[in-house]
């Protein structure tokens, strides 16, 4: 009898270990899912970003000396005009002073000379004018309407003839005389008559072409002179004006020079370097110091060229600044130049910078790092899955478990991108599909019995109930 309940009890034991077995292994597996959605695929990548002014300026020394004093070091609030530097520029101004006084003096005679100049043009422009006013008055008299130039040669013509009968009457008479009396007549008379055939061959010279000419060649040769020296005397008032103006300008130049009394600070900010020493010896514009306008800073970020080519300005950045403080930036420039850089690692990458702009606290100072966020959209409006649910098949391709009627059926899938933790599925998925999403971790195979881990299942032997959680 003992024997019998032994056996008995051993296989109620082989059955309910059996069963368990059987339970155990069909039993539906919870699983993590999440639909198929179709949105933005992005990328999130942190760098390190600098506080950066967005306004700064290098003060330099306007004239040469010594730095005699430091009066605010870096990091120092400076206030608009306040000194931040004191320059002992006395023998620099010393100098200029006397350069001052020479233009001054180079100035004076650059006039002098140019009065003189143009006082000898005058003088020279009223004797050709004189002489240009006497030769139109004996064209005029000559050609004009009124000219008389045919009656000169009547005139002297008749005289000629006269003179020329006197003279030979005389000569035929008193040729062999010894008179010393009629001698002298005859003398007399042959002067005439010389006179006379001077004066008619002056008379035929104005009647001529050329004659005429020669008047108008000349009056307008004179005309011409006059112009010429209207021009110089154009010119010589314009040198000496010009020459005059660039004193006046280099003069202005070292008065200038001279006002700048100190090295005050532009405007209100903070001194961001102090680039001299006391008792240091500066030239003229050597930098003293540099200066940014406090409050008006902005995020200057290195990204890498594949990094920045997917920004734009106004895309959203998350800040944290050293303290943990996180705030909200918008990127104001990407650059389009790219700069070989060296890696932490030795290794050569094509970098872009990146300015961004932000409402930094005010105890944000220049240089301070900033850990920069960025969410870049690498592509628009796609089908998309978590990394994890995506798993190589026996062929070499690629598919995802999804959730129908309880069990688990593998897809495959065409993907595309990848990036942010998501694969763009480009084919062999349709939005809305529940994916599950660790099925390493879960241990699927397809036709495999599931129950999303969002769900509770009644009869856990069965799995015919399924009841969300809310």
Not at 106 to 127: C, F, H, P, W, Y
Request: some cysteine; hydrophobic content about 35%.
């Amino acid at each position: 009898m003992k024997k019998k309940v032994k056996i008995v009890l051993a296989s109620v034991m082989t059955v309910c270990i059996l069963s368990a077995g059987l339970w155990y292994l069909f039993r539906p597996v919870r699983v993590e899912t999440e639909p198929a959605k179709v949105g933005d695929l992005t990328e999130t990548f942190t760098v390190s970003g600098t506080a950066t002014p967005a306004r700064s300026s290098y003060i330099c020394a306007p004239l040469a000396g010594q730095v005699t004093g430091i009066k605010l070091r870096s990091g120092a609030r400076a206030e608009a005009g306040e000194n931040v530097i004191q320059l002992d520029d006395s023998e620099a101004r010393g100098e200029l002073e006397d350069q001052l006084a020479s233009l001054e003096l180079q100035k004076t005679g650059v006039l002098k000379d140019g009065s003189a100049a143009r006082a000898e043009i005058v003088m020279n422009r009223q004797q050709l004018e004189n002489e240009l006013e006497k030769l139109k008055l004996e064209y005029e008299q000559l050609y004009g309407e009124n000219g008389n130039a045919a009656e000169l040669l009547a005139a002297a013509q008749e005289n000629f003839t006269r003179a020329n009968i006197a003279y030979w009457r005389a000569y035929d008479e008193y040729a062999d005389s010894h008179d010393p009396s009629e001698n002298a007549q005859l003398s007399s008379l042959a002067a005439a008559r010389a006179s006379a055939e001077q004066a008619l061959a002056d008379a035929e010279n104005v009647q001529m072409e050329s004659t005429r000419t020669y008047y108008e060649d000349t009056i307008a040769s004179y005309e011409s002179q006059l112009g010429i020296l209207d021009g110089n005397g154009s010119a010589v008032s314009a040198g000496t004006e010009a020459a005059a103006d660039q004193l006046d300008i280099q003069m202005e130049q070292i008065r200038n020079r001279l006002d700048k009394d100190g090295i005050e600070a532009p405007y209100a900010g903070t001194v961001w370097e102090v680039l001299v020493e006391e008792g240091d010896y500066v030239q003229v514009n050597q930098p003293l110091y540099r200066i940014y306008e406090t409050g008006n800073m902005e995020v200057s970020a290195d990204l890498l060229d594949t990094q920045a080519s997917l920004l734009e300005e106004g895309d959203q950045a998350t800040l944290t600044l050293a303290d943990g403080t996180v705030l909200e930036g918008s990127v104001s420039f990407v650059s389009e130049i790219a700069t070989q850089e060296l890696s932490a690692l030795g290794i050569e990458e094509s970098r872009c910078e990146v300015i961004l702009e932000a409402d930094l606290p005010e105890g944000v100072g220049a240089g301070q790092e900033i850990a920069v966020e960025f969410e870049a959209v690498r592509k628009e409006h796609v089908l998309q899955v978590t990394v994890s649910a995506v798993m190589p098949d026996e062929d070499g391709q690629v598919g995802v478990y999804v959730v129908r009627g309880r069990k688990a059926v593998y897809c495959g899938i065409e993907t595309g991108l990848q990036c942010g933790g998501k694969t763009e599925v480009t084919g062999g998925l349709s939005e809305g599909d529940q994916v599950i999403v660790n099925p390493y971790e879960a241990e699927v195979s397809d036709g495999k019995a599931v129950v999303p881990a969002s769900y509770d299942y009644g009869d856990e032997t069965t799995g015919k109930s399924y009841k969300e959680d809310r």
